[in-house]
């Protein structure tokens, strides 16, 4: 049975045959021998320790295997004789740069197997052309967000491109550059594993990242939309991109429409920017920046979850006081007269198209590209001994008491008496810049006892009275 060594070369650990250790070190040290005793000579010899554990690590993928002759013989075949490292003797070429460690074998383009994370494509390309295999990596997950067949792409180099098997072939792979060895120094994800069990984690990881960039991009790029450019789309189809721009500023002030657009922005972003963050991190597998990322991402969702709360109570606020505003005025009409309630044909609408949605009694209406907001007035008709009167109730809310009485004050409702005929407005209309703050208008008809009242079709289901001929 042979004796093993165990070796440490270029900060890998390997299990080497004892003659198969015999034959490295002396080809080592022949190699040194011919390349003499300097800065640049050592540098390419750490350059050829290098190139040999990396093959080395290539051929025995099991760490409990050692290290044989025969892979000792081949991995020298494919280096070269130490003779061919040969410090010049000419002056002429010995004042002349000596070129770096590149043994003669022409670049080929291979699937690297051992920095894969599905079929090992984009790391053979990045060996091929010498850069960063992330590169590619980026560019094919770019153009599947953005096209969606380059995954078949994928495929189909997966199958064209050949694996690098044999040492020689993972030598044609990188073609013994020292530029590819210095990214494979500086690469800052961890080599995929090759056992079948963590292979299918491995492939289950990458499956599922690969879902998480889909569906967060897809998520995040539905965010931006609605919060920058629902305008934009909806213009589509005439009338919309006017009032869907305007529809937050019926409910918020200026300040409030800000911080809540900062606030949902960062509160719903943010969720969906760590979920692409780990879609790439189970694709690549990279260990720098997660912890920076992440504590960064926390702080800016809590401050976004504060910004909505903040908004959410400031606005509140703005609810916190009622005032009314009361106006009583006495209708001069004959106590033999009929009263007869009608609507002001002018105040109504200009047609049901331009209403938006109503809530509770108010409604947004659409005229000459701007926005207004509408209300249903309550009409009550008391009898009682009293003269004839009408009082109308202008009510609103807001932050202080002067808000409130501002706002009610900022209420439109008309009437208008022409003989017996009272002509009340539909609706109530609020002015600008006065926003939502659950205004309404109460309008109380006193009516003497014995007198007749009618009510138009138009006001009948408003007016509350109770008179079975609610009509001319």
Same mark, same amino acid.
């Given at each position: 049975?042979?004796?093993?060594?165990?070796?440490?070369?270029?900060?890998?650990?390997?299990?080497?045959?004892?003659?198969?250790?015999?034959?490295?070190?002396?080809?080592?040290?022949?190699?040194?021998?011919?390349?003499?005793?300097?800065?640049?000579?050592?540098?390419?010899?750490?350059?050829?320790?290098?190139?040999?554990?990396?093959?080395?690590?290539?051929?025995?993928?099991?760490?409990?295997?050692?290290?044989?002759?025969?892979?000792?013989?081949?991995?020298?075949?494919?280096?070269?004789?130490?003779?061919?490292?040969?410090?010049?003797?000419?002056?002429?070429?010995?004042?002349?740069?000596?070129?770096?460690?590149?043994?003669?074998?022409?670049?080929?383009?291979?699937?690297?197997?051992?920095?894969?994370?599905?079929?090992?494509?984009?790391?053979?390309?990045?060996?091929?052309?010498?850069?960063?295999?992330?590169?590619?990596?980026?560019?094919?997950?770019?153009?599947?967000?953005?096209?969606?067949?380059?995954?078949?792409?994928?495929?189909?180099?997966?199958?064209?491109?050949?694996?690098?098997?044999?040492?020689?072939?993972?030598?044609?792979?990188?073609?013994?550059?020292?530029?590819?060895?210095?990214?494979?120094?500086?690469?800052?994800?961890?080599?995929?594993?090759?056992?079948?069990?963590?292979?299918? /984690?491995?492939?289950?990881?990458?499956?599922?990242?690969?879902?998480?960039?889909?569906?967060?991009?897809?998520?995040?790029?539905?965010?931006?939309?609605?919060?920058?450019?629902?305008?934009?789309?909806?213009?589509?189809?005439?009338?919309?991109?006017?009032?869907?721009?305007?529809?937050?500023?019926?409910?918020?002030?200026?300040?409030?429409?800000?911080?809540?657009?900062?606030?949902?922005?960062?509160?719903?972003?943010?969720?969906?920017?760590?979920?692409?963050?780990?879609?790439?991190?189970?694709?690549?597998?990279?260990?720098?920046?997660?912890?920076?990322?992440?504590?960064?991402?926390?702080?800016?969702?809590?401050?976004?979850?504060?910004?909505?709360?903040?908004?959410?109570?400031?606005?509140?606020?703005?609810?916190?006081?009622?005032?009314?505003?009361?106006?009583?005025?006495?209708?001069?009409?004959?106590?033999?007269?009929?009263?007869?309630?009608?609507?002001?044909?002018?105040?109504?609408?200009?047609?049901?198209?331009?209403?938006?949605?109503?809530?509770?009694?108010?409604?947004?209406?659409?005229?000459?590209?701007?926005?207004?907001?509408?209300?249903?007035?309550? /009409?009550?008709?008391?009898?009682?001994?009293?003269?004839?009167?009408?009082?109308?109730?202008?009510?609103?809310?807001?932050?202080?008491?002067?808000?409130?009485?501002?706002?009610?004050?900022?209420?439109?409702?008309?009437?208008?008496?022409?003989?017996?005929?009272?002509?009340?407005?539909?609706?109530?209309?609020?002015?600008?810049?006065?926003?939502?703050?659950?205004?309404?208008?109460?309008?109380?008809?006193?009516?003497?006892?014995?007198?007749?009242?009618?009510?138009?079709?138009?006001?009948?289901?408003?007016?509350?009275?109770?008179?079975?001929?609610?009509?001319?």
């Amino acid at each position: 049975m042979k004796k093993t060594i165990h070796i440490n070369l270029a900060g890998h650990a390997f299990s080497i045959d004892e003659d198969a250790f015999e034959k490295l070190d002396a080809y080592l040290k022949a190699v040194e021998k011919k390349l003499g005793n300097n800065e640049e000579a050592q540098e390419t010899l750490e350059d050829i320790n290098l190139r040999i554990a990396e093959l080395f690590r290539g051929v025995h993928t099991d760490a409990t295997s050692a290290i044989t002759l025969n892979d000792v013989e081949e991995i020298i075949k494919t280096l070269g004789d130490p003779g061919d490292y040969e410090t010049p003797e000419d002056p002429e070429e010995a004042g002349q740069e000596r070129p770096s460690f590149e043994p003669p074998y022409k670049k080929q383009l291979f699937r690297d197997p051992d920095n894969r994370v599905l079929g090992g494509v984009c790391s053979g390309l990045g060996n091929y052309f010498g850069i960063d295999p992330i590169i590619f990596r980026l560019l094919f997950i770019a153009a599947t967000l953005l096209y969606g067949t380059s995954f078949l792409a994928y495929l189909v180099l997966w199958i064209a491109i050949p694996k690098a098997v044999t040492v020689q072939q993972r030598i044609m792979m990188t073609g013994g550059n020292r530029s590819s060895e210095s990214w494979r120094r500086r690469q800052t994800y961890r080599p995929a594993t090759t056992n079948s069990g963590n292979g299918i /984690i491995r492939a289950l990881a990458v499956v599922l990242g690969i879902f998480l960039i889909l569906a967060s991009f897809i998520s995040l790029t539905g965010l931006i939309i609605t919060f920058t450019m629902t305008d934009v789309l909806l213009g589509v189809f005439p009338g919309n991109e006017i009032w869907i721009g305007q529809l937050d500023s019926l409910f918020l002030m200026p300040d409030q429409r800000f911080s809540a657009f900062l606030g949902l922005s960062l509160t719903a972003g943010i969720p969906l920017l760590v979920l692409f963050y780990l879609g790439m991190y189970l694709i690549f597998q990279f260990k720098k920046g997660g912890p920076a990322f992440l504590i960064t991402a926390l702080v800016l969702w809590l401050a976004g979850i504060g910004l909505v709360i903040y908004t959410a109570l400031n606005v509140a606020s703005e609810f916190s006081h009622h005032e009314t505003l009361e106006e009583t005025s006495q209708l001069g009409i004959s106590p033999a007269d009929t009263l007869y309630i009608d609507v002001n044909k002018s105040s109504l609408p200009l047609g049901k198209g331009d209403f938006l949605f109503s809530h509770k009694g108010l409604s947004v209406r659409k005229q000459n590209n701007q926005l207004n907001l509408i209300g249903t007035p309550d /009409i009550n008709v008391t009898k009682n001994t009293d003269a004839l009167s009408i009082t109308i109730r202008k009510e609103a809310r807001g932050k202080t008491r002067e808000i409130a009485e501002r706002n009610a004050s900022d209420i439109e409702f008309f009437y208008l008496q022409n003989d017996s005929v009272l002509m009340l407005d539909r609706y109530f209309n609020i002015q600008k810049p006065s926003i939502i703050r659950n205004q309404k208008v109460i309008v109380d008809i006193n009516l003497p006892e014995g007198k007749e009242l009618k009510v138009s079709d138009d006001l009948k289901y408003i007016v509350d009275v109770s008179n079975e001929e609610n009509s001319f």
